[in-house]
C-alpha cells in the first residue's frame, strides 16, 4: 500500500558527511510524517529525525545540531542531511512513515528496509 525506498548510505570517515533519500510510493492518500530511525548492533531502534506535514521537526539528542531532516512534499521524499559523522553514528537508518492509504480511514506506519551507514577511518 505504501513502500518506502531509502538510499544514500555507505561508508564515510569521521568528520565527514551524507545525505540519506527517502521516497515513498504507492496508494498514499496522505503522509502525517515521515523520519528516520536508526539501529546499531545489539542496541534498540533510536529516533534520528521526524517532520511531520506541518513542518514541525524533531530531532534525537546525539544528533541535534549536526543533522538536518528536509522534505519535498511533492515527491513524497523525506531527507536526512548527515554532517560531522562519528563512529557511533554507526548504524542501519531506517524510513518510517506514518500515512493513510487511499484504501483506508486509518494511518499506519510504514519502514522502509534500511540503509547502512558506517562511519570509519
Known amino acids: 500500500q505504501v513502500q518506502l525506498v531509502e538510499s544514500g548510505g555507505g561508508l564515510v570517515q569521521p568528520g565527514g558527511s551524507l545525505r540519506l533519500s527517502c521516497v515513498a510510493s504507492?496508494?498514499?492518500?496522505?503522509?502525517?510524517?515521515m523520519g528516520w530511525y536508526r539501529q546499531a548492533p545489539g542496541k534498540q531502534r533510536e529516533l534520528v529525525a521526524r517532520?511531520?506535514?506541518?513542518?514541525?521537526?524533531n530531532y534525537g539528542y546525539s544528533v541535534k545540531g549536526r543533522f538536518t531532516i528536509s522534505r519535498d512534499v511533492a515527491k513524497n521524499t523525506v531527507y536526512l542531511q548527515m554532517n560531522s559523522l562519528k563512529p557511533e553514528d554507526t548504524a542501519v537508518y531506517y524510513c518510517?512513515?506514518?500515512?493513510?492509504?487511499?484504501?483506508?480511514?486509518?494511518?499506519?506506519?510504514?519502514w522502509g528496509q534500511g540503509t547502512q551507514v558506517t562511519v570509519s577511518s
Open positions: 518510517k512513515t506514518n500515512s493513510r492509504s487511499s484504501f483506508s480511514s486509518l494511518a499506519y506506519d510504514y
Open positions: 504507492g496508494s498514499i492518500f496522505s503522509i502525517n510524517a
Open positions: 517532520i511531520t506535514s506541518g513542518g514541525s521537526t
